[in-house]
Each structure stands twice: as structure tokens, then as C-alpha cells.
């Protein structure tokens, strides 16, 4: 299944891509944003940033059974030693009588990995194993 993100930002890229992954499992317009999770990721360039991010989104998900609903996403460019991504998701526990979820995503893959500056606004992709 394909995740992507856009935005005018590469953080609101990631964060746009948070919602799509939330979207393979459930309808997001029926999750609260009720608990904030906070979330650190490391990598040494934006695409495997992006797919650290999203695979521990997957991890927050299944050990904590919760769903998100909104994110903030602060991203700290080159460094010596890579990128940083600091954020919070927003989210809720799975409510069956109110969640019907459709998959379990297993984890993001680098199949069509790509993040970059198209046409203007930011691009944040890949495949997730479901």
C-alpha cells in the first residue's frame, strides 16, 4: 500500500504522510486527538528519516493500540551527524464500537522511497507492508 505527503514544508510532508498511514487503517475523521505520544527519530538523510518515522508511528500504534489523528512534526536539516525528527502525535485507543479497522501495516518499506521538493511543495513517500 502506498503512503505519501505533501506539503509546503518537509515536516508537514511527514505529517500528511502520518495521516495517510492512519488512513490504511481507519477512518481518521472519527479518531479524537486525545493523547500526545511524543516521537524521536534519527537518520542520516530524509528518506530514511521518513521511513524511521513512519515505522515508529507503526510501533506506537500496535504496543500502545492506539490510532492518531493529528501530528507535529519538527525536523532539524543537516547535521554532522544526520537528521533529527522531534514530534508528537495525537491520538486516541482503539475503540472497536467506533474504529472499524480495515489492515494492520506491518512496517514501511524503502520500495518507492522518496522525499524531495516537487513542483513547488514537498513530497514524503513510500510502500507499506500490510
Known amino acids: 500500500m502506498g503512503i505519501r505527503g505533501f506539503g509546503e514544508t518537509c515536516a508537514q510532508a511527514f505529517e500528511q504522510a502520518g495521516l495517510a498511514l492512519t488512513a490504511v487503517v481507519a477512518d481518521t475523521g472519527v479518531v ?65 464500537s467506533r474504529h472499524r479497522l480495515a489492515v494492520e501495516i506491518k512496517g514501511a518499506t524503502y520500495t518507492a522511497l522518496r522525499v524531495a521538493r516537487v513542483g513547488g511543495e514537498w513530497l514524503a513517500q513510500t510502500v507499506v507492508d500490510v
Open 32 to 96: 479524537e486527538p486525545r493523547v500526545a505520544v511524543p516521537i524521536d527519530c534519527a537518520a542520516p538523510d530524509a528518506e530514511l528519516l521518513f521511513a524511521d518515522w513512519l515505522n515508529s508511528l507503526i510501533y506506537e500504534m500496535s504496543t500502545r493500540r492506539m490510532l492518531f489523528a493529528h501530528f507535529d512534526v519538527r525536523i532539524d536539516g543537516e547535521r554532522t551527524d544526520g537528521m533529527r525528527l522531534h514530534a508528537t502525535a495525537w491520538g486516541e485507543g482503539i475503540d472497536p
